[in-house]
C-alpha cells in the first residue's frame, strides 16, 4: 500500500472514532482525554478546549499522535543544499556532506536557526598536494595539478591525492641539444627554466636568430633559432660622393680605397676600409666636400626649421622658442652662391619683456623664462645669485650679482738680483694670503738638467720678496700663484755666468827642487764648462797681479805667465803635469824656468759660456827656478797623503794637494 492509501485510511479511522466517542467526549474534561504525544490548548472560537499533537507528531490528540516523519518531504528542502536528513521520534536532525561544514560549527542541527552548510576549502593545508603540486578547491571538494617545471606521474593531471597514487615530479630536460656550427657555451641546469647559451664555432659569426635555449615543463629544450655564417665582410660600406677601388675580394685582410668623385675634394680623413677578423669593414673617414654653406647659424631665442642641405638655395626658416615672440625682422635665410648664408634680422623677445640688464655684467645664455648673467671682462662676481627669473606674473626677478673690477692678486713681478723675485699684492680685505712660488730651470747647453723647486709664503703684506736658490746659467720660469684668490702670474729670467769660487789652497814655499803639486778632482754636473790655467809669475818683475787679465798664450818669450790651459773634459781621471817642462797645453807653451829666479805660482779657475768669461785666482806656491810638477789626477785613496785643501769652482769639488818629493 503507497503512502497516500495509507493517509486516507487513517484519516478515516480519526473520523469514526470521532463519531463513535462524540457524545462522550462532549459531556466530559477534554484536556484529561489528550494522548501523552498532546497538548491541551483553547480553540480559537473561544468555545472550549481542544487536544492538539505536539510538534513532530500527528493524529487526533486524544487516541493517538504519532511520530512524523520530516524527512518526507525531502531532504534538499527541509535540511538545505549538501545534507543528509536522519529523522527521530518526534523530531529530526541534519548532517553536512562530505566536503561542507554546518556554519554553526556544530557537528548536528536543525536548520531553524539558519544553520547551512558551507563548502570547506581543503586548498588551507599546506602540502595537501605534494611537493611541486597546485591545490585548486572546489565546490564540496578538491583537486591537484603540477606546477610549471613538474610532470604528474602514476597518474592523470588533475589527481586527488587522497584516492590516487599520483604525485609531481621535477622536469628534467637532460643535455641540452646541440646546434649545427655553434659551441656550449654555458648552462645554469637541466631542469624547467634553465637556459643554455650557445655561440658560433671559430670561422663563423652570428647573424641572426636567438642563441638560447630554454628547458620547458614539457621535458622538452626550445630549440635555438641561432644563424653561423662563415665570416665574410661582404660589400664594403659606400661613402657619399667616393669611388671604389677593390679587386671583389671580402676575406679578413682586404682592403678598399675610396677616391672622391669628380666635383668633390678631400677634406682629409682615411681612406682604407680594412676586413676585420669580426667580418666588418672598418669605415673610412674620408670626407669629400663640395661647394656648402655649412649649418646654418642660429639666432638666440630661436628654431631653425631646415631640411640639412647647405647647398646654394637651400633655405632656412626661424620660429622663436617657446617663451618668446617675433618681435621683428627677416625669418628666413637662403644659402647663397658664395657658400655663406643671407644674414637673417630675426628678433625674438621673451615674454616678460627685455632681459634685465646688471652693472658690469653681460648674458651668458637665456631661455623663455631663465637668464644667466656673468662679469664681463675685467670684473669679477662679489656677491649676489646670477640668475634673473621670469615670472609668472610677467615680470623680471632680477639677479642680484655684483660685479666689482679685478684687481691682480699678484702682479708686478719681478726679479732683482738674478736671485729674489718680488712682486705687488692685492687683496680686498685685510687677510692673510698663501703664495706658492714654483721655479723650474734649464740649460740650452746641457739637456739633461733641470732645476725645480717650490716654496709657501704667508703674508699679509702688500709687496713681496722671496730670495731662492737660482744656479747659473739657467733659463729659469717662476710662477707665484695666490692660493686663495686662484690667482697665478709668471715671470722668466735668465741667470749669468758667475765667476767660479776662489780655490783653497795650502801656500807653500818650496826651496827643494824635487818638489810635487797634487790635483785630485771630484765631478759634479752642475756646471760642465771650466778651465784650468796655471800662471808662473816672476817674483822680481810681479807688483799687482789682475786675475780678470788674459796674458798672452800662444809666444815663448820669457815674459808670458800662461803655462798652461787645461778643460776639465780633457783632464780625464790623472795627469802630470811639469813645469817648465818645454811642451805646449791647451795651445799655451810651458817654458822653461829661469835658474837662480824666484816665482810664484797662480792657479785660475775660468767659468766660459760662448764669449762671456768668469775668473778666480789663488797664489799656489813660491819656489826657485827649478822643475816642479803638478799632478792631476781623480779624488782616490792618495787623498791622505800630504796637504789637503778644498776648492768649489763652477759646481765641481777639488782638492789640491802640495807634497813635497
Known sequence: MDKRNKTVMVMMFILCAISDTEAEYLTRDVCTTCHANATCEDKFDGSGKVCNCKYGFVGNGITFCQD?????????????????????????????????????????????????????????????CGSGALCRNLDGTFECSCQPG???????????????TASCKVTDCGRPPS???????????????????????????????????????????????????????????????????????????????YTCTEGFYSGGGLNVSLCNEDGQWTFPTISCKEVSCGAPLTPRH??????????????VLYECVDGFYLHSGDSVSTCLISGEWAKVSVQCKAKCGPVPLLTNA????????????????????WRGNNASVCSNSGMWQKATLRCIEIKPAVNHVFVLNENCVQWN?????????????????????????????????????????????LHPLTNYSISITAVSARFTATVTTNTSLTAPPAPVVYYTEFESPASTLRLHRSANTLDPISIYQVLVLPVEQILVFDCSSSPQTVSKSPINYLRAQILVRHIGTEMNFTVGDGLYYGGVFNAPLQNGMNYY??????????????????????????NYILKVSALSAAASIGLVASVIFGGYAYSWFLKKT
Not at 613538474?150 to 590516487?164: C, E, K, S
Not at 658560433?200 to 629544450?221: A, P, R
Open 601 to 626: 805660482i797662480v792657479l785660475r779657475t775660468v767659468s766660459q759660456w760662448k764669449t762671456d768669461i768668469k775668473s778666480s785666482c789663488v797664489l799656489w806656491a813660491k819656489i826657485k827656478g827649478t
Open 179 to 257: 646546434v649545427e656550427d655553434t659551441v656550449l657555451l654555458s648552462v645554469t641546469g637541466t631542469t624547467y627554466g634553465s637556459t643554455a647559451v650557445f655561440g658560433c664555432d671559430e670561422g663563423f659569426k652570428w647573424t641572426g636568430g636567438d642563441n638560447t635555449s630554454v628547458c620547458g615543463d614539457n621535458g622538452l629544450w626550445t630549440r635555438p633559432t641561432v644563424l653561423c655564417e662563415e665570416i665574410k665582410c661582404g660589400t664594403p660600406p659606400l661613402i657619399e660622393s667616393t669611388e671604389q677601388v677593390w679587386n671583389s675580394s671580402a676575406t679578413p685582410g682586404s682592403t678598399v680605397l
Open 362 to 381: 653681460e648674458v651668458v645664455w637665456e631661455n623663455s623664462s631663465i637668464v644667466i648673467h656673468r662679469c664681463v671682462d675685467g670684473y669679477h662676481s
Open 150 to 164: 613538474y610532470r604528474v606521474q602514476n597518474g592523470a593531471d588533475p589527481f586527488q591525492p587522497h584516492t590516487d
Open 425 to 469: 699684492a692685492e687683496k680686498y680685505e685685510d687677510d692673510t694670503e698663501v703664495y706658492q712660488v714654483t721655479y723650474f730651470g734649464s740649460r740650452d747647453f746641457q739637456r739633461s738638467f733641470h732645476h725645480k723647486r717650490k716654496q709657501f709664503l704667508s703674508s699679509k703684506s702688500d709687496q713681496l720678496q722671496l730670495c731662492l736658490k
Open 68 to 128: 512524523k516523519d520530516e524527512c518526507q518531504i525531502g531532504t534538499s528542502k527541509i535540511c538545505g543544499p549538501h545534507t543528509t536528513c536522519h529523522n527521530t521520534y518526534g523530531s529530526y536532525y541534519c548532517r553536512c556532506l562530505s566536503g561542507y561544514s554546518p556554519s554553526n560549527n556544530m557537528s548536528i542541527f536543525i536548520p531553524n536557526d539558519g544553520t547551512h552548510c558551507q563548502d570547506i576549502n581543503e586548498c588551507r593545508i599546506s602540502g595537501l
Open 302 to 315: 630661436t628654431n631653425l626649421l631646415w631640411d640639412g642641405t647647405s647647398r646654394p638655395g637651400a633655405v
